[in-house]
């Protein structure tokens, strides 16, 4: 646009043009046209030169922030690597879409929890889980996830002791190894392991019941490479009881000193301890020899009488027996004699499934004395001598030593038999007397006693030896003759000392030895004390008390039989009491035979009131045998007849009687009674005034007579009260007579059953209460009371009040509302007043008319009282609201809000308007 | 608006890649100088400049009249940057921004430190003054001398004619040599 050139002169077209130019934004000739202007005009060239510094320093101050050239080129390749528009999903689309997966994420989320939480998966505060208490039980096996929840506990702890149980009684400790005292220290660790957890399931699940055991012996630790004698080759830990994982007491473990036999038996009583064993006596097979002078040889006596007594001495290897007569037990008879204490050794072992490791034993050295008594009681003493003799005699090597008997003053003989027999002899000869002599006689005891010299003995043996080794030295000295003489002479009489030590010790080795050979057995008989024959003598006493109308005939009747039955009176008397009252008392005595019908004919003299029967039998002579006979002495009779004029009757009646006229009904009853013969106690008549008349009526009839009282007082009036009092059985009341204290009392002062109170307004009052007055007679009721009131104000207040039978009560009150405007209805029952057919209800009704200065729903307090109730509502309404919204709409709100700052943070949130903004 | 330019819009919101690189090539001095001015930083500027051609490619179709392009594109520059502002203040608030210190750090190889602050300081004020103009005044200077392009281009940029640009350049200058403050143009006197 070339427009400047006509229009305006050079020199503001070049001082327009000055910025353009410096820009390069003019072509050839006009930068010509401007330089040749900017050439003569020194303004213009100023100008320039200005235009041209600032235009420099402008751009060499801009330098170095100029982006460059590659701008563009940075942009587009920028652009390239952008993702085309999305031509389907703007970014609203985007947000919608986020939004509906949050909600449907949420949505999900809290169905899953849902449906959680209805399995019970998920226990929330409050919710307590109780479906699966008792229900059937968890496995707790491998793949069943864990619940971690109590009562899961319990079962998996349940779960646990059925294992322990389970696997308890199969549980092999047997150690493979037969190797020493360590192997069962080895194995104990095991027993307390399985043990320790058994314990553990049973203190907290009581309630589970630990299963039986098929067999409550088979819970057998057996442990075998212990054993140090072949007698058994097995160490047995046995527990018995019902139940397998049972506790053993520490302290019942009973290491046997002779480490023979290591068994322990924990009985019923005591399965509930609980316990592992030790072995700080346990015995080494290595060590046999000290073992065995250490240790006793007792094998418990009291608990096994069938043991073999007498035990082996085994001599070490080096030395030979001393004593043939010292038996050595068959030892396999020894288990056969006492299966329940030491099975055959191979027998545990073969059933482990280890062979009996056991190392060749040393043989047994024990030295026992056994003694025993034996106490008999039989007819003869000689006899009983006799047959001892016998059995003595079958039995080898065994003889009598001593016999003595004695004459007692009751002339039976007692006396003893000291016999000796071979020690294997001495259970079989105790049993054989206890069947022989038991046969015929009795037997009062048994003791047999064992005693282990062992220890004694060997010293004893080495002392012995050493004193022979001196012995031999000192013959060795006095046999070469050195020395000198004086040393010889001691050394003889050294010699003389030593062997008189010898002797003793072989003396009492000897002694020993024969009192561990020949048992000592000492057999007591007693003759029986006989006892003479002996009698009973049975009495018996009868006393009796009889009721009867008239008591001289009665009497008269009763001598007549005593004198028909041959009885004999012992006391007789009638006597005559006040009040018409008789008494008599007969005693007399029968022989035992007629006992029985005199009885009966006391019953049918009158009522028996009281019997009492004893019968007394008395020993006569010495101590009774079973089989004394009895002899019945004569009966005695204590017979008491009595009229019933003056007893107390037993039951006492008072009533209440509400009857409709009282003097009437006094009449007929007291008519009554006087037909059934029966007493009047108390009769009298109250008639203080027309509405307040009583009457009082006690008396006494006979029960049989009850009946006809009862239909008199029924149909004299209503029984309101009755009160039966009965006292307790004696000698001084009857229950023959039934005493009545009968209260008449009229009906019209019984309490009304029910009260009504009825207020009602009514147009036109001294109507209504006429109408009402008319109402009540129709249904039979009175009107007890009317009182009208009249104010000056036109308000006329009634106060009416009815007396109406019960039945009639509900249809009157129901007539009186109907007639007017019910303001007041209240209604109460006396549950003390009596319902029956001359229960009453009372009315009370007040009537007013209907005048009113203000109107019941005008006025200050009515207007106050709507706005109150608007605000209230209002108020109620609004909380509603709050609720609501903090309940609903508030977690919503915080959602949405939540889901909008999440899609604000993405940083493309720059508004892209669709028209320019004005420029 | 030259009728090419409305021709590149509307084959640009077809679709068509070229046609939009052609209209970045085009404006791209423009709305870098734009944003230059407000923010005062060349790298920021450049940043922001191509965010506002993303956002404007992918919302190009939204454009309904081709011919507003440019004011719509520049629209979308101030968007961008109210909303960089906006998320650089987030972030000084959040956290103190790891400063490039060890950068800073190293020695320059440009002028020397004193002198770089000196035309920092001197830029800042003339930005200042740029800002103050009208904004017709405004872009013409800034792309001539920010991004330091030749008549023509300021043209193309601007999409303005011959005659229109050369006024607006002679009127910016004048207007702007009148604010620059004394010793700066006592400096370029001097």
């Known amino acids: 646009m070339r427009y400047t050139e006509g229009t305006m002169s050079d020199h503001t077209w070049a001082e327009e043009h000055v910025a353009a130019y410096l820009a390069g934004g003019l072509d050839a000739p006009e930068a010509e046209r401007l330089e040749a202007h900017a050439r003569d005009c020194p303004a213009c060239a100023a100008a320039l030169a200005a235009a041209r510094r600032l235009d420099g320093g402008l751009s060499v101050l801009f330098a170095g922030v100029q982006p460059g050239p590659e701008l563009q080129d940075r942009a587009v390749a920028r652009l390239r690597t952008a993702d085309p528009p999305s031509p389907v999903f703007g970014r609203w689309a985007v947000r919608v879409a986020a939004s509906v997966a949050a909600v449907l994420m949420l949505g999900a989320f809290g169905a899953l929890a849902g449906a959680v939480m209805q399995r019970g998966g998920l226990p929330l505060p409050g919710h307590v889980r109780l479906k699966r208490e008792g229900g059937e039980r968890p496995r707790i096996s491998g793949q069943s996830p864990p619940d971690y929840g109590p009562s899961a506990l319990n079962e998996f702890l349940g779960t646990l002791i059925y294992d322990a149980s389970d696997s308890m009684p199969a549980k092999d400790l047997t150690n493979e190894d037969p190797g020493l005292q360590s192997n069962l220290e080895a194995a104990l660790p095991q027993i307390e392991r399985v043990e320790q957890q058994s314990v553990d399931a049973a203190v907290r699940q009581d309630n589970i019941g630990l299963p039986n055991a098929p067999d409550t012996d088979t819970f057998a630790l057996a442990i075998p490479g212990l054993n140090t004698s072949d007698l058994t080759s097995t160490h047995k830990l046995r527990v018995s009881g019902t139940t397998p994982p049972g506790r053993i007491n520490t302290n019942s473990i009973d290491t046997n000193a002779d480490g023979s036999v290591w068994a322990l038996r924990g009985h019923g009583s005591m399965s509930n301890m609980r316990g592992y064993g030790t072995t700080s006596n346990a015995v080494l097979p290595s060590d046999s020899y000290a073992t065995h002078l250490g240790s006793g040889v007792m094998e418990r006596p009291a608990v096994s009488p ?87 005699g079958n039995i080898k090597g065994a003889f009598v030593s001593t016999v003595n008997s004695e004459k007692l003053p009751n002339g039976k003989v007692k006396g003893s ?148 039955a041959k ?67 004569d009966t005695v009779f204590l017979v008491q007849l009595y009229n019933l004029a003056n007893v107390t009757p037993r039951e ?221 509502s209002v108020l109620l309404t609004s909380v509603t609201w709050v609720v609501f919204g903090l309940c609903v709409v508030l977690p919503w709100a915080v959602i949405a809000w939540v889901v909008y700052r999440t899609v604000r943070r993405r940083p493309a949130t720059v508004v892209v308007p669709t028209t320019p903004p004005p420029a | 608006m030259s009728d090419t330019d409305t021709a590149l819009v509307a084959r640009a919101r077809d679709g068509d890649r070229a046609a939009f690189e052609e209209l970045v090539r085009r404006t791209s001095r423009l709305v870098f100088a734009r944003l230059y001015l407000d923010t005062g930083r060349s790298d920021r500027a450049e940043d922001l400049l191509q965010e506002t051609y993303l956002l404007a490619f992918r919302s190009l179709r939204r454009l309904t009249d081709p011919t507003v392009f440019r004011p719509w594109l520049l629209a979308i520059a101030h968007n961008v940057l109210i909303d960089d502002s ?100 006592a400096g370029l006197d001097g």
């Open chain 1, 652 to 872: 006492t009646a008072t009533l209440q009687v509400a009857v409709t006229d009282v003097s009437a009904a006094y009449q007929a009853l007291r008519d009554a009674v006087a037909k059934t013969a029966g007493r009047v106690l108390n009769a009298q008549l109250n008639e203080q005034d027309r509405t307040n008349v009583t009457a009082q009526f006690d008396f006494e009839v006979r029960r049989a007579d009850e009946p006809a009282i009862r239909a008199a007082l029924d149909a004299a009036g209503e029984v309101v009260s009755r009160q039966v009092a009965r006292a307790p059985e004696g000698e001084n009341v009857t229950d023959a007579k039934v005493l009545y204290k009968a209260t008449l009392l009229s009906a019209a002062r019984l309490k009304p059953r029910e009260v009504t109170v009825l207020g009602i307004e009514v147009s036109d009052v001294d109507q209504t209460a006429a109408a009402f007055a008319k109402y009540a007679a129709d249904a039979k009721g009175r009107q007890a009371d009317t009182q009208f009131t009249r104010e000056p104000s036109g308000k006329v207040t009634a106060k009416l009040s009815f007396e109406v039978p019960l039945a009639a009560a509900a249809t009157l009150v129901k007539q009186f509302k109907d007639a007017g405007t019910v303001r007041v209805s209240q209604s109460v029952r006396d549950p003390q007043a009596s319902e029956g057919k001359y229960a009453t209800a009372r009315i009370d009704v007040t009537l007013t008319n209907q005048v009113g200065i203000v109107p019941a729903d005008d006025g200050l307090w009515p207007q106050v009282r709507r706005g109150l109730t608007y605000s209230v």
């Open chain 1, 306 to 392: 069938h043991l073999n007594l007498f035990s082996p001495v085994f001599k070490p290897g080096d030395h030979k027996p001393v004593f043939a007569a010292i038996a050595q037990p068959d030892p396999k008879k020894e288990p056969a004699k006492e299966p329940d204490k030491a099975p055959p050794p191979a027998a545990k072992p073969a059933a482990d499934g280890v062979p009996a490791p056991a190392p060749e034993p040393e043989p047994e050295r024990r030295v026992i004395l056994r003694s025993g008594d034996i106490e008999f009681e039989v007819p003869s003493f000689d006899t009983a001598h006799a047959t001892v003799t016998k059995i003595i």
């Open chain 1, 417 to 564: 038999v000291t016999v000796r027999v071979p020690a294997a002899s001495l259970d079989g000869l105790v049993a054989e007397l206890r069947k022989d002599l038991g046969a015929t006689g009795e037997l009062k005891g048994v003791r047999l006693a064992a005693q282990d010299v062992t220890k004694q003995y060997f010293d004893l043996e080495s002392r012995l030896r050493a004193a022979r080794t001196m012995e031999q030295r000192l013959l060795q000295i006095i046999k070469e003759g050195k020395g000198e003489i004086k040393l010889l002479l001691e050394a003889e009489k050294e010699l003389g000392v030593r062997r008189t030590t010898i002797e003793e010790f072989e003396g009492e080795l000897r002694f020993y030895a024969n009192r561990a050979a020949l048992s000592t057995l000492t057999i007591s008989i007693t003759e029986k004390e006989i006892r003479a024959a002996a009698g009973f003598t049975e009495n018996e006493r009868v006393q009796a008390g009889v009721e009867v109308e008239d008591v001289d005939a009665a009497y008269q009747q009763l001598r007549k039989a005593i004198e028909d």
């Open chain 1, 567 to 633: 009885g004999r009176v012992t006391k007789s008397e009638v006597k005559q009491l006040s009040a018409g009252q008789f008494n008599a008392t007969v005693n007399f005595e029968l022989a035992p035979d007629a006992g029985g019908p005199m009885r009966d004919r006391l019953r049918q003299l009158g009522r028996v009131a009281r019997l009492e029967i004893d019968r007394v039998t008395q020993a006569e002579g010495g101590t009774l045998p079973s089989d004394a006979k009895t002899r019945r002495g």
């Open chain 2, 86 to 185: 906006r998320r650089a203040s987030r972030l000084k608030r959040a956290a103190p921004p790891a400063a490039d210190l060890p950068l800073a750090l190293l020695p320059s190889a440009g002028p020397r430190p004193d002198e770089m602050a000196q035309r920092e300081e001197l830029r800042a004020r003339v930005l200042s003054v740029l800002r103050s103009l009208p904004e017709e005044y405004r872009l013409p200077l800034t792309l001539r001398y920010i991004t330091g392009a030749n008549y023509d281009d300021i043209g193309e940029q601007l999409g303005l004619t011959n005659g229109s640009l050369r006024g607006l350049l002679h009127r910016g200058l004048k207007m702007l040599r009148d604010r620059l403050p004394p010793d700066f143009k």
